[in-house]
């Protein structure tokens, strides 16, 4: 019989593109105008970031799935702990905030249920949430493409 919990680490599982962590969004680093990622730093943080990754599952910034309780589109992924503490009034690592598609109007609201085998992606998240640098190949939410600072401002040294 399958078993309905999912592992944390799904090895499986497809991992979705090599996202180096230009701008770790946790409110302690003063904020930089731009990247410059140093992949593979912050074992603790990327360990948790792939938990993360698996509970949220496909449901990237764009995206709607479908489960027994209706369709929703995702609109916003929370990555910080107590952010998601404070949205979900409960102890929280994250919380995705979703409107319910079937019900027009209907005020977005916030959700920290793992990502399970009775949801369905409907529309996958658009590509354009993010870029790649055309150099380095790192991937960076939020940013239109091009080549990286860090590629910028690399070689020069
Ligand atoms: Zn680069």
Redesign the pocket.
Request: hydrophobic share 35%; net charge neutral.
């Given at each position: 019989m399958p078993s309905m919990t999912l592992p944390l680490i799904m090895e499986e599982r497809p991992l979705l593109p090599t996202r180096p962590s230009p701008h770790e969004r946790d409110g302690r680093q003063p904020s930089e105008p731009t990247g410059r990622?140093h992949p593979g730093q912050r074992v603790g943080t990327e360990v948790l970031r792939r938990v993360v990754d698996a509970e949220i599952g496909p449901r990237g910034v764009g995206a709607i799935y479908q489960n027994v309780d209706g369709a929703f589109e995702v609109l916003a992924a929370v990555r910080d702990p107590e952010q998601a503490t404070g949205l979900l009034r409960r102890r929280a690592g994250w919380a995705l905030i979703v409107k319910d598609v079937l019900q027009p109007g209907s005020e977005p609201f916030a959700i920290g249920s793992v990502w399970t085998t009775s949801d369905h992606l409907v529309r996958e998240a658009p590509a354009a949430v993010g870029g790649q640098?055309?150099?380095?190949?790192?991937w960076f939410e939020g940013w239109s493409g091009g080549?990286?600072?860090?590629?910028?401002q690399?070689p020069r040294a």
């Amino acid at each position: 019989m399958p078993s309905m919990t999912l592992p944390l680490i799904m090895e499986e599982r497809p991992l979705l593109p090599t996202r180096p962590s230009p701008h770790e969004r946790d409110g302690r680093q003063p904020s930089e105008p731009t990247g410059r990622p140093h992949p593979g730093q912050r074992v603790g943080t990327e360990v948790l970031r792939r938990v993360v990754d698996a509970e949220i599952g496909p449901r990237g910034v764009g995206a709607i799935y479908q489960n027994v309780d209706g369709a929703f589109e995702v609109l916003a992924a929370v990555r910080d702990p107590e952010q998601a503490t404070g949205l979900l009034r409960r102890r929280a690592g994250w919380a995705l905030i979703v409107k319910d598609v079937l019900q027009p109007g209907s005020e977005p609201f916030a959700i920290g249920s793992v990502w399970t085998t009775s949801d369905h992606l409907v529309r996958e998240a658009p590509a354009a949430v993010g870029g790649q640098c055309s150099k380095c190949g790192g991937w960076f939410e939020g940013w239109s493409g091009g080549v990286c600072d860090a590629c910028k401002q690399g070689p020069r040294a």
